[in-house]
């Protein structure tokens, strides 16, 4: 056995945290899994850095040949930025699902670079951390000044293992307000505002930022030579796995959020509308990544109402569409609305409301799939120039939770036609997989990419689908104007 060859993976998302253990041939040899918790914290709502310290300590010390251990790589959601200082937090990093900003957002709000510039639209909640940021800098002034170095989130965890301070660009180009994605640099309001000014020295995600502290490998039984790579957010290290296996690729991340990146259309060539959710991330090779989205993951959930996901069926879409069911979408159209939000259900001319229990049981999870492929091949097709979204040599990348939900694969696969659609086989999700490439960057040949190609149904099926598509994007024009 080679020493050291095991490669561990901290990937925490927003609903859950993971530990992710992989051999050199990038095989998946332990698995651990904890539900995140927010906390109350000096009149915010915080992220639940303790009990999530806590568990990893926990969770390391329990896996199997973990003297093998020579990588780590992390992975976390976004929007998220940590307050480092003498001792340890300056403060509890901000959840970006509090909402109490108050006339702070208005004027953070006047003081921002223009949508050309960060390639950021202005987002509900504390989706752009620059307005974290900026309202701890006006409301916490002590803790602000006890500030030695912010971190996004997956820096903060790599500091945590290492003792050494690092920025990185896939966290700061993901929607902040802070960066300019097509310059590789901070935002001048940033800069002019002062929050630049104690962020880390920035860093290449797959770098090797320093070993593993000694008394920390020590308690956790890892060899004391452990490297712990830089670490970069979700979405980019489910797309940097594909960015080495299909060059060019559109990818559909799904998960609580479904991103759609499309990293191989020239930003030239594209006029996006931040008002409906599109933006600028960076990939981990510092190029600007055309990217839309929506909260597909949670709309599901809601849509299922309690009904077991695993009725998404064909049988079941079938019957979605042919009794009638249509679920509309918040007009994104308005101001800091949540693009892809539910708004309304409606069976035929009947009016529900946002009442999904109104739906048969058996029904629920297949019309939340059948408006998640909607929404899903919608917003892929306003993020590509029209001649590559009609070509059937375009190849979409499909990953994350939905890749098993039958009646969200079929519908995709027939609303995107003739584009290809490949689904993702890999027995880990696409941040842990791309995680583990990340500390291995300069080794493509072991990047493990497995596909499948979703097959079109058959023909009646097709043009049941896409029929109903064009009823349901005439019902929403309609509803928008």
């Known amino acids: 056995m080679v020493r050291h060859a095991h490669t561990l993976v901290l990937d925490i998302g927003k609903s859950n945290a993971k530990l992710v253990l992989f051999n050199a041939e990038g095989d998946v040899l332990a698995r651990r899994v904890q539900a995140n918790q927010s906390v109350s914290n000096d009149g915010y709502t915080a992220l639940g850095t303790e009990a999530l310290q806590a568990w990893l300590l926990e969770g390391m010390a329990t896996l199997p040949e973990r003297r093998q251990i020579g990588r780590i790589g992390i992975t976390t959601h976004g929007a998220a930025f940590c307050a480092v200082g003498d001792h340890g ?11 109490s900003y108050g006339l702070w957002r208005e004027r953070y709000a006047a003081l921002l670079d223009g949508f050309e510039v960060t390639g950021s639209p202005l987002l ?12 701890l800098q006006q409301n916490r002034p002590e803790a602000w000044a006890r500030v030695r170095h912010w971190l996004p989130y997956p820096q903060y965890w790599a500091w945590w293992l290492t003792g050494v301070a690092a920025n990185e660009a896939t966290s700061l180009g993901c929607h902040t307000h802070l960066w300019q994605p097509t310059r590789n640099a901070f935002a001048p309001w940033a800069v002019h505002q002062g929050l630049t000014d104690r962020f880390a020295p920035l860093r290449l995600a797959h770098e090797a930022l320093g070993p593993l502290r000694p008394e920390l490998a020590a308690q956790l039984g890892l060899a004391p030579d452990c490297r712990v790579h830089v670490g ?6 489910c797309l940097a796995r594909h960015l080495h296996a299909l060059p060019g690729a559109s990818v559909v991340s799904t998960g609580t959020w479904t991103v759609i990146m499309a990293p191989g259309v020239p930003t030239d060539m594209l006029t996006l509308d931040p008002l409906r959710d599109q933006l600028f991330n960076q990939s981990v090779e510092g190029k600007p990544v055309p990217t839309a989205r929506f909260m597909g993951g949670r709309e599901f959930a809601h849509l299922c109402h309690g009904a077991d996901p695993s009725l998404a069926t064909l049988r079941a879409l079938r019957d979605v569409i042919d009794a009638g069911w249509t679920v509309l979408p918040e007009d994104s159209a308005q101001p800091g609305a949540a693009h892809g939000r539910v708004a309304e259900l409606r069976q035929g001319e009947r009016r529900l409301g946002n009442r999904p229990g109104e739906v048969p049981l058996h029904l629920r999870p297949a019309l ?5 492929a909607l929404m899903t091949a919608q917003t892929l097709r306003e993020l590509l120039p029209p001649g590559l979204a009609a070509e059937a040599a375009h190849t979409v990348v499909l990953e994350g939770p939905m890749t098993d939900n039958p009646a969200f694969v079929t519908a995709l696969a027939a609303l995107l036609a003739p584009m290809r659609l490949l689904r993702s086989v890999d027995e880990v999700e696409g941040t842990a997989r791309g995680a583990w490439l990340s500390t291995r960057w300069d080794e493509p040949a072991g990047e493990g990419a497995r596909y499948a190609e979703v097959l079109l149904p058959e023909a009646a099926d097709v043009l049941r689908l896409q029929a109903a598509r064009a009823a349901w994007e005439a019902v929403v024009e309609g509803v928008a104007v």
């Not at 970069?232 to 290290?237: G, R, V, Y």
């Open 232 to 237: 970069l957010h979700d979405s980019n290290a």
């Open 89 to 99: 937090l300056a403060m509890p990093p901000m959840d970006y699902e509090w909402d």
């Open 124 to 135: 509900p909640l504390g989706l752009n951390a620059g307005l974290q940021l900026y309202w």
């Open 368 to 372: 939340g799939a059948w408006y998640c």
